[in-house]
């Protein structure tokens, strides 16, 4: 009579008789209890449904679990900055031949004459900047202006605002402690650093030694900032510690 049964049901439902046989043969190897086999494979529907219920379940876990882990590295603007500044900057950006070599700072790191080129958005020592974020603004923030995008050489060659190195000196190259990509650019006499802050892309690696005018990297806003901007810092040597100063004394 079994044999009857399972024949009629192969003619009449070749596909449940296959899935019937398949959980029988499973389930009779996982729980060895007789007729085991037999009694889930009546249930097939149900048992189906919820193996089906487990697998989307398994799925959704895994792709939130995912975009839990991934989303920092996606949504992070310095990394997205990071992609797009390398696809479009070029790799042999030309030195800017009208500063002048010199171990005590004179021009802009954006070039261009004194302030010509430059507004500020916040200065040294600067009471609203205090008041705002609670913190001491220990250099100038520097932002382009229409005359350096109408007359810069340098971004028309290549639609990024690139700054440059304000003294020779040595590099020191490192992420701050609020995510900000620096660059410090010590003199030979180490009585003077010029320090920048929040590169979208920085050029130079630790170590190397710079002359003024040479590109260090592309202005943005990694770390501690609100909108893309150039921090522009100048620190003197005094005992055993840098003392910070004004750095528009510095521009000429």
Known sequence: MKKLANLHALKNDPLGFILDTIITIVV???????LAGELISSLRGPVLGCLVSILLLGIFMLVTIGTIILSPFIVSSSFLEQITSSLVVPSNIAADD????????????LGGAGMSYTSI??????TNYLLQFG???TG???VPNDTYFKNSKT??????????????GSVSHFIDEYGGETVEVTNSESTLKAIFVHFSKVFVNSGANI???TPIGIMGKTGFATGEHLHYEIRIKSGNSWG?????????
């Open 211 to 213: 002359k003024a005018g």
């Open 155 to 168: 971004y028309k060659e290549t639609n990024q605002v690139v700054i440059f190195s304000t003294i020779n």
């Open 244 to 252: 910070i100063t004004d750095p528009l004394q510095y521009i000429q």
């Open 121 to 126: 958005t916040a200065y040294f020592l600067d």
């Open 140 to 142: 100038v923030d520097l």
């Open 98 to 109: 009208s500063f002048i070599e010199t171990s005590i700072p004179v021009q802009n790191p």
């Open 135 to 137: 913190r001491i603004h």
């Open 28 to 34: 009779n190897l996982v729980i060895p209890i007789p």
